[in-house]
């Protein structure tokens, strides 16, 4: 049974470290406290990898949650994000509605690590049909061929591989280029692509 006022001393947000100092443990202990924690439903966890790991404690149980776009993205990129807000999904979820989650957000990170994903697509109408819903249809297939560039990935089949508008759009707003890198990709999809090399670098697996 967890101690009602250990939650309360750590509710909140906390590291191992701060939630060591709040209750004055070691480090191995609080480990295995929150681990015990988070079994019980007290707690949430975010980070990982080259991110600090964050600890959501909350007085009440939590209802498992399905893994959301940060997670699916974490699970696959090197490239780790630190969510910036709780995404809640229900029902499937998967890299198909993970990619087109991660262009809709208009995050550059967000949609730079993405492109990780397209090797774990094993639905593609489910992902052309959610992409042409949301208007997106353009952006994946470009970031699906900028990905192919550098990347292993699942072969789109050839009935998927054309774009189905003619207005020109860029992948992520108020990123304007003017780099010729992906000038053949530019022109087959109708859309601006903003990453340098730099950028690819970080979700090369190193």
Avoid: C
Avoid at 23 to 39: E, G, M
Avoid at 66 to 82: Q, T
Avoid at 86 to 102: L, R, S
Wanted: hydrophobic content about 35%; charged content about 25%.
């Amino acid at each position: 049974m967890v101690n009602e006022e250990t939650l309360r001393k750590l509710e909140g947000l906390h590291t191992v470290e701060t939630a060591a100092r709040t209750l004055n443990l070691t480090r191995q202990s609080t480990i295995n406290l929150l681990s015990k924690l988070k079994n019980e439903g007290y707690v949430t966890v975010n980070g990982g990898g080259k991110q600090p790991r964050l600890y959501r404690i909350m007085m009440r149980k939590q209802r498992p949650r399905s893994p959301g776009m940060f997670d699916i993205i974490n699970k696959y990129s090197p490239m780790k994000l630190a969510p910036w807000y709780d995404h809640q999904v229900h029902g499937h979820y998967g890299p198909e509605e993970a990619v087109v989650d991660a262009i809709q957000m208009q995050s550059f990170r967000a949609i730079l690590a993405s492109m990780r994903l397209f090797n774990h697509i094993t639905d593609w109408p489910r992902l052309y049909r959610l992409a042409r819903e949301k208007g997106v249809w353009q952006k994946v297939g470009a970031l699906y061929d900028v990905a192919g560039t550098y990347f292993h990935e699942r072969k789109m089949p050839l009935r998927y591989r054309h774009p189905v508008l003619k207005k020109k759009e860029s992948l992520i707003r108020d990123y304007p280029t003017e780099l010729q890198s992906f000038l053949p990709i530019e022109q087959k999809w109708n859309v601006a692509v903003p990453f340098r090399r730099g950028d690819i670098a970080k979700v090369m697996n190193v």
